[in-house]
């Protein structure tokens, strides 16, 4: 019986220990929000990228960047991730709403759906190409109704930029490699006592 009980134990630690642990590739992470639970987006980046979400990301209000080379401060060339809580009832309304907005500020810029293909959620993007010669890429992705938040990635580009196949391969490659999961902290250590 204490063997069973042993094995039972083990096999809880264990649980417990994988629940606590933050996933690898964890990118960025927020608490829980109201019904939303606390949330983490975990992604390899591609060589040659810098994941950021605690400087810059957080100094422009955001989740998380990856750019290359220095930090410049111009939005072009970078990749951002915004979570934010569901406030529409579905994916396609969450784009329409993007759109309008877009379209609100520039009404000469051309909209093109672009197709992504993610193998654990819905996601839709868009291309505006604005009136002003630089370029957007969003892409809203849902992670589920039980997750409480819905989650976009980003990048602007130049309009003639030599290197946009090149960085919109990596930028899509990032999208399809997102991953939502339920973030649980990992215990801090404890302080230790004197004797």
């Known amino acids: 019986m204490w063997r069973v009980l042993l094995m039972l134990g083990l096999s809880v630690s264990a649980m417990l220990a994988k629940a606590t642990t933050p996933p690898d590739n964890l990118l960025a992470h927020g608490a829980r929000d109201g019904d939303a639970p606390a949330w983490a987006i975990t992604v390899a980046s591609p060589a040659g990228w810098t994941r950021d979400c605690c ?23 970078v990749m951002v991730l915004n979570v934010s809580p569901r406030k529409l009832p579905t994916l396609a309304e969450e784009v329409q709403a ?73 930028f899509m490659q990032v999208v399809v490699a ?15 006592h004197g004797g």
């Not at 422009?60 to 220095?70: C, F, R, S, T």
């Not at 907005?101 to 672009?114: I, N």
């Open 55 to 77: 400087t810059y990301a957080s100094a422009i209000g955001v989740d998380a960047v990856l750019y290359q080379g220095e930090w410049t401060g111009k939005p072009q060339r």
């Open 178 to 192: 997102s991953r939502y999961v339920r973030y649980v902290a990992p215990p801090t250590a404890l302080p230790a």
């Open 98 to 170: 993007d759109r309008k907005h877009f379209l609100q500020s520039d009404p000469r810029a051309k909209v093109t759906d672009l197709a992504v293909q993610h193998k654990t959620m819905p996601c839709a993007a868009t291309v505006y190409q604005g009136s002003d010669h630089v370029d957007d890429v969003v892409v809203f992705c849902d992670p589920g109704k039980d997750s409480g938040i819905r989650m976009s990635w980003s990048m602007t580009f130049d309009d003639g930029d030599p290197m946009r196949r090149a960085l919109l391969d990596d």
